[in-house]
């Protein structure tokens, strides 16, 4: 590096000579040069050094080094130029000559810098644009074959993404435009790119052979306009594919890497949640904080935006070996500055939570470790009674993407031609996004004092059967066609509408749009803690009638199924558990291999 700048220091003094004298140095200019032109090489090398120029790496030169040495350029000058001045009152140095040596200057040390960051960029790609140019006449082609890929929406996210597979060859990707419904944008060009016109005419494109995929790149498009644009690329038959909406994106930045397969999420595009950072931050920065289901869909996605905030200790606790080896890697490896804690256990030995609690004193306990399948649970009411938790819980409805989701079985029935199974036609439930649903969780954790149950903003019930034909649809079959939908009858305990709010419990707003509070018909401490207790002994012995009974009793709008079709499924149940299974939780002994 310093070599090079010598040689442009020196090249660009004389040049500055030459240009001032037309290309006729006379000779006593000569001796001015001579005389000068040690001091000048000195001084611009340690100027330079001074504003970073040797510290950056040349392959990465980018606007702030152009900057660096345009300063360095005019301090040199400048310095140089006042000390001449100093020294003979400029008296036989001609002063247009120090002006053209800081043009001079800037232009040779910054092209070269340029210079050497496009040979490397072009090395990097086997000298591509090179080799085109020199065999395009004899009509050969030695560059690597590239798709060639259309992205929809020239805005912030489209720009990213162009400079990235412009940046990194190894992608294979060749840009040949941008499409936008904007007008203004029309004609106008990004890198270089051109910006051909609106979304409609990815068809027109696609029928010409010139494009061979479509990247959808607009983070804050609306779920009509999203179901617009998917519409018209499939019409293409083209791959296509999307960046995930600004809701999913836990820190907000783009990559080609977030770049994935359009999903039914992406119809459903709920606006964006807006975080109280600060306030989140104050209850989970360095903090300790346990995470029971930490294996789970819900559990994970907790975890990953709990680490944004910078816990000290993340304890991870499931009871699935595989589910907890799984997470706990892969937060290892996303967050190597948090200390990562996995715990293998159930939360319903009693014991076992108080060693863990007593081991590792977490300030801050998230219980993800739910049942989601309503139809399992009234089969084993017993469980749903052991899975219980006092503290500030957060109500809401079905979670796109969950393990437990709906969406999950409707795509492997897909996969398998159908048909696609539908318990009626005017099922209809909440559905939320994953990413969502956990940063709600996060913000009602921050409001929450202890005590309160919280419900979050779910927007419109969206019928199953639409749900399912949009899945068919985006699979690229025709519903009711190609693949049939079967109505097979409503499943033990399940209702036609989801209710997240019962007959005398009202909503209170807070202070986020889409929290609510609920005020519910508190019940008396006492009688209560006598029926929980009632239910805990009733689940021991497994007894499913005595515990729907008491909880009709205790929730009058609780409403069990058929008790027929529960005998029915009660006769297929396997036998008792052994008594070591049905003692209490508290007598677990700490340390067995249950808990371990």
């Given amino acids: 590096m310093v070599f090079l700048d010598f040689i442009f220091i020196l090249a660009a003094y004389f040049l500055s000579y030459l240009l001032r ?32 120029l040797y510290r950056g790496m040349w392959r990465y030169t980018g606007l702030v080094d152009l900057l660096n040495v345009f300063k360095a350029a005019i301090t040199s000058s400048a310095i140089i130029g006042t000390a001449i001045f100093l020294i003979s009152g400029f008296e036989g140095f001609p002063r247009s000559v120090f002006i053209l040596d800081c043009l001079m200057t800037f232009i040779l040390i910054g092209g070269c810098r340029v210079a050497i960051r496009l040979i490397l960029f072009e090395k990097d790609k086997g000298f591509r644009f090179v080799r085109r140019f020199l065999f395009r006449p004899t009509g050969k082609d030695f560059s690597s074959p590239q798709k060639r890929i259309v992205i929809i929406g020239a805005g912030d996210a489209g720009e990213k993404i162009l400079r990235e597979i412009r940046d990194n060859p190894r992608l294979q990707y060749r840009t040949v435009g941008f499409l936008d419904d904007d007008e203004r944008k029309k004609g106008m060009k990004i890198h270089g790119v051109p910006v051909s016109g609106p979304i409609s005419q990815v068809q027109k494109m696609a029928t010409q052979g010139a494009i061979d995929e479509i990247l959808i790149a607009i983070p804050s498009a ?51 949640v807006k975080l109280d950072m600060e306030r989140i931050g104050r209850y989970l920065t360095g903090k300790i904080v346990l995470v029971s289901g930490a294996g789970g869909s819900i559990g994970s996605e907790l975890c990953r935006q709990i680490s944004s905030f910078g816990p000290r200790n993340l304890v991870l606790l499931d009871k699935t070996e595989n589910s907890l ?194 005020r ?39 409403r069990p199924f058929d008790e027929k079709e529960h005998q029915k499924a009660s006769a297929t149940l396997p036998p008792l558990l052994p008594a070591r299974l049905s003692t209490p939780a508290k007598e677990f002994p700490v340390g067995s291999p249950a808990q371990v």
């Fill in 222 to 272: 609306s779920a009509t306009n999203m179901r617009r644009i998917i519409e018209v690329c499939k019409t293409t038959g083209l791959k296509f594919r999307t960046t995930p909406a600004l809701g999913e994106l836990i820190n907000g930045k783009i990559s080609f890497d977030t770049i994935r397969e359009v999903s039914f999420e992406d119809l459903l595009r709920r606006d964006p």
């Fill in 520 to 558: 519910g018909n508190y019940s008396d401490s006492v009688w209560l803690k006598e029926r929980i207790e009632e239910l805990r002994h009733l689940a021991m012995e497994r007894d499913a009638i005595g515990i729907k009974t008491k909880l009709q009793e205790m929730i009058p709008e609780y």
């Fill in 21 to 52: 004298f037309e290309g006729n140095i006379p000779p006593w200019e000569w001796i001015n040069f001579v005389i000068t032109v040690p001091y000048i090489l000195i001084l611009k090398l340690l100027i330079f050094w001074f504003w970073g």
């Fill in 325 to 518: 080896f799984h997470v706990e890697m892969e937060f290892r490896q996303k967050f190597p500055e948090i200390l990562i804690t996995p715990v293998l256990g159930n939360v319903n030995h009693q014991g076992f939570l108080n060693q863990l609690f007593e081991i590792h004193r977490p300030q801050v306990v998230f219980h993800a470790a739910a049942y989601k399948h309503v139809p399992i649970v009234e089969l084993n009411p017993w469980e749903a009674i052991f899975n219980n938790a006092r503290f500030v819980s957060v109500r809401f409805g079905n979670v796109i993407g969950s393990e437990g989701s709906v969406i999950h079985l409707f795509r492997k029935q897909i996969k398998n031609l159908g048909p696609v199974t539908i318990t009626h036609p005017e099922v209809s439930r909440y559905f939320m996004t994953i990413s969502e649903a956990c940063k709600l969780i996060l913000q009602a954790g921050a409001q929450g004092k202890g005590g309160e149950i919280f419900i979050l903003n779910m927007g419109t019930p969206i019928k199953i059967v639409d749900l399912a034909r949009d899945l068919i649809r985006l699979s690229g079959f025709q519903p009711d066609v190609e693949i049939e939908i079967k109505f097979i009858g409503l499943r033990p305990g399940e209702k036609l509408f989801e209710e997240l709010i019962i007959e005398g419990e009202g909503i209170v707003p807070t202070s986020h749009d889409k929290i609510f509070a609920l």
